[in-house]
């Protein structure tokens, strides 16, 4: 079993900045090749994937196109840790965001943590 565990959630002004961080724990030899991804949910809307380091090993990323060129997402492996650092933050960036780790058989998810921009 492996647990996710985010945090660096906070209030926020619009332009302002934030870094997100996602400390796996637990099992990490069942997830050496997976994937990695940030979602976020907004009230009353269905959970989006805001970014993602695929498990392939080219390990591709792929972004929503709501956060190309202001949010980017890094890992590192040695500490079992991915970032989301998000940039011109905008009301509409306003949501709980939750790290995802995925792989052939397995898919987890953290509990998340709040992203509130407002001025």
């Known amino acids: 079993q492996v647990q996710l565990v985010e945090s660096g959630g906070d209030l926020a002004q619009p332009g302002g900045s934030l870094r997100l961080s996602c400390v796996a724990s637990?099992?990490?030899?069942?997830?050496?090749?997976?994937?990695w991804a940030w979602y976020r949910q907004a009230p009353g809307k269905e959970r989006e994937l805001v970014a993602r380091l695929s498990k392939s090993k080219y390990g591709e990323i792929l972004y929503a196109p709501s956060v190309k060129g202001r949010f980017t997402i890094s890992r590192d492996n040695a500490k079992a840790t991915m970032y989301l650092q998000m940039n011109d933050l905008a009301p509409e960036d306003t949501a709980i965001y939750y790290c995802?780790?995925?792989?052939?058989?397995?898919?987890?998810y953290g509990q998340g943590t709040q992203v509130t921009v407002s001025s």
């Open positions: 637990g099992n990490l030899f069942s997830i050496e090749g997976a994937g």
């Open positions: 995802n780790v995925y792989g052939e058989s397995y898919d987890y």
